[in-house]
């Protein structure tokens, strides 16, 4: 999808905190809590929160709020009066690059190293500043399957040893590549981006936020709320640069440098429950943070941060991501040992970009190569996608057995199963090969969400549950909350007669009320589809639209409270209604086990027996269907089998079309089709 854009502002009913005018003066204060969970009340006043302990929190704030907060009850003590003129003083010392010292120092690398690096200009900020990314491989100029790292520093302007730490680790990557061994394996066997700065302008003001007055960092749009003075979701040209070097390049690994104290931030940022990762996340986190001298925490038990670049990147495309925190000292020897702990630590974790699951897909009737959503089904993982470009992707991921379901639009999804991954290891499924298929076609990718008020402690749902087809696992928009899906760069809904997609609803008790848009823009301008209530089909001709990429669902803000506040959305469908609603068809709709056929391959007249395993959601029978398809994608025999809840069931194929005329030697598909699940098996005819 292509990201960047001018921002496009939405009126939003800022609370006045956390947003004081440019010209304000920023004190650092303290504020006293008597236990840590206090500091999640404070949310309510939106306040740059930089620091917090058990009995503690630091924040950047003007006279107006600190008034506020003191009116309020809470005791606030003032650290530093003036914020920017501490940060003016630690930056005038000169121990921090300029942003054209930074310019220098790449430019003269990517000249001296050109075997091994590329400096790229990804893009622009508000005052036309380039937004640099060094690119370090063995074939600089070749894209390859490897694993892909990326370094960021300086998202917020002022903290500049994040720049520091980015360049330190690059020089020791380009002056050691032919002198150490375990340098020159990192490089040949990975891509790695340095991005020294992600906020130029802020780096030349020596200020947090950017010149549009917004904090960076709370300005992607995964579970955004508008902290920091952000006015919409990835609402910055400097967002929406990153997002879009995001996209173009499939990243497996990732950390992003600060500077407020001394920790290893894991997500989630947003919200207390841990991402279907977490144990191999902490895990690495634990190994930074002991050879860096840090401590591993994760980011909501530190305090909550809506919009972090972190669970951007994690929730939308998911790469580990991690914001390490480190102190910003003044003398160049204190900088230098900071620098080089995080070089140490870089040096280990980043071999870990190639442990865990790699492949390619591919069309199996072109051999082109394919952007595909990876699922992690059973364990659950956080699904991955394939490169946009070049069709491979590579999952970090902890030993184990793994089954995965891999799904393109447009065409059949396919499980593998039974992925056994070593310990320090990677392990490949190859290249599979998916079969066009035109009735597959949902909801994509995440591309932003609204946080929303629910309850955080029980609502665990994630944006991802709204992908794919119907499943029974949803995602809660929360009270007004929303969600913008894309259906795919190369399948968007188009209009045809009647309807052409259907919204699919949780069913959590209760049917709840939502507005449906639709664009070619994922900010937008939006143009309505209309509004229901549950599941419920639309029409995109309403919207006065041949054709859409990107669908925005917005709860109605009828507050039902519990678990599942707001929508409860489990998929987007894309095809003429069928009149069925969702409850008949998780009633009657079975699901696939086991599929294969035997004798395979067979000669002309062997019968192929189906053995189907399959559990009912509900009670009765259910009818199965099972398509034979040549290789051009012809379905050439339809065979169907009435089943019950449980059991394995068998029908016969004898190599005949559906004119019972006998087809040729060749590869065949077969599919089931149970109105809930897909399997296939190849099937070889011989004659």
């Known amino acids: 999808m292509s990201i960047i854009r001018w921002s496009v502002v939405l009126s939003i009913a800022l609370l006045g905190f956390g947003y004081a005018d440019a010209g304000d003066v920023i004190r650092l204060a303290e504020i006293r809590l008597q236990h840590h969970d206090m500091i999640y009340e404070l949310n309510q006043y939106r306040l740059t929160i930089i620091d917090a302990g058990d009995d503690y929190t630091r924040v950047l704030v003007n006279d107006s709020e600190i008034a506020t907060l003191r009116s309020a009850g809470y005791d606030v003590a003032i650290l530093i009066e003036d914020y920017q003129a501490y940060k003016d003083d630690l930056f005038q010392r000169g121990f921090y690059r300029t942003y054209e010292q930074l310019y220098a120092v790449l430019d003269s690398f990517a000249a001296e190293h050109s075997n091994i690096c590329r400096l790229d200009t990804i893009g622009f900020s508000i005052q036309g500043r380039a937004l640099w990314a060094m690119r370090v491989t063995d074939n600089v100029q070749v894209e390859e399957n490897e694993p892909e790292i990326r370094l960021a520093g300086n998202i917020h302007g002022d903290e500049h040893i994040g720049t520091e730490i980015t360049l330190y680790f690059l020089r020791h990557l380009l002056t050691n590549y032919t002198i150490l061994p375990e340098v020159q394996a990192l490089v040949d066997s990975n891509e790695i981006w340095i991005l020294p700065t992600l906020n130029p302008d802020g780096k030349v003001a020596n200020t947090r936020r950017n010149m549009n007055y917004v904090d960076l960092n709370r300005d992607y749009g995964y579970f955004w709320d508008g902290w920091g003075g952000s006015p919409a979701p990835s609402s910055q040209i400097e967002s929406q640069v990153v997002m879009q070097h995001l996209e173009d390049n499939n990243i497996s690994l990732e950390y992003n440098y600060h500077s407020a104290a001394q920790y290893v931030n894991y997500p989630w940022d947003y919200h207390p429950a841990d ?206 909350g929303y969600i913008v899906l894309d259906m795919g760069p190369n399948t968007p809904i188009t209009d045809g007669p009647g309807d052409d997609f259907t919204i699919f609803e949780g069913d959590d008790g209760t049917a709840e009320g939502y507005q449906v848009y ?5 900010s937008g301008s939006w143009l309505s589809c209309g509004a229901d209530t549950g599941t419920a089909s639309f029409d995109l001709a309403t919207a006065g639209m041949s054709e859409a990429r990107y669908v925005r669902i917005i709860d109605d803000g009828n507050y039902t409270g519990g678990q599942h506040a707001g929508f409860d959305l489990d998929a987007i469908h894309v095809g003429q209604s069928t009149g069925i609603v969702k409850e008949q068809v998780l009633e009657i709709a079975p699901f696939v086990t086991s599929f294969y056929a035997l004798p ?24 199965i269907s099972i398509g034979i398809y040549d290789v051009t994608g012809r379905l050439v025999r339809n065979l169907t089998q009435v089943v019950n809840a449980g059991g394995t069931y068998g029908v016969i194929w004898s190599g005949d079309d559906d004119n019972n005329q006998k087809l040729p030697a060749g590869v065949y598909f077969a599919k089931t089709n149970t109105g809930a699940d897909e399997q296939y098996e190849k099937i070889i005819l011989l004659r």
């Not at 020897?333 to 995080?342: E, G, L, P, R, V």
């Not at 066009?436 to 591309?447: E, L, R």
């Not at 009912?616 to 029978?621: K, N, V």
Request: a negative charge; proline letters at 5%.
């Open 518 to 522: 639709a664009s070619n823009d994922w």
């Open 275 to 480: 991402p279907a990762d977490s144990q191999h996340i902490i895990s690495l986190s634990e190994t930074y943070a002991t050879m860096a001298n840090l401590v591993a925490i994760n980011g909501y038990d530190w305090y909550q941060t809506p919009g972090s670049m972190q669970d951007y990147t994690i929730g939308t495309n998911g790469v580990l991501a991690w914001t390490i925190e480190t102190m910003e000292p003044s003398s160049s020897s204190a900088i230098d040992q900071i620098c080089f702990a995080n070089r140490e630590a870089l040096m280990n974790v980043c071999e870990f970009a190639a442990w865990g699951i790699t492949g390619i897909v591919r069309d199996s009737l072109t051999d082109s190569l394919l952007y595909a959503r990876i699922e992690f089904t059973d364990p659950q993982r956080i699904d991955v996608y394939t490169d946009p470009l070049y069709g491979d992707f590579h999952k970090m991921i902890e030993p184990g057995t793994y089954e995965l379901r891999i799904s393109v639009n447009g065409y059949a999804p396919k499980s593998v199963s039974d992925v056994n991954v070593m310990s320090q290891s990677t392990v490949s499924i190859d290249e599979v090969l998916l079969i066009p298929d035109s009735t597959y076609h949902h909801a994509f990718k995440v591309v932003v969400n609204r946080y929303a008020d629910h309850e955080e402690q029980a609502n665990k749902t994630q944006p991802r549950h709204a992908l794919g087809p119907v499943d029974s696992v949803w995602y809660s928009l929360g009270q007004s």
């Open 600 to 623: 395979n391959p067979f000669q002309q007249l062997t019968r192929i027996t189906f053995q189907i395993t399959q559990v009912l959601s509900g009670e009765g029978a259910a009818v």
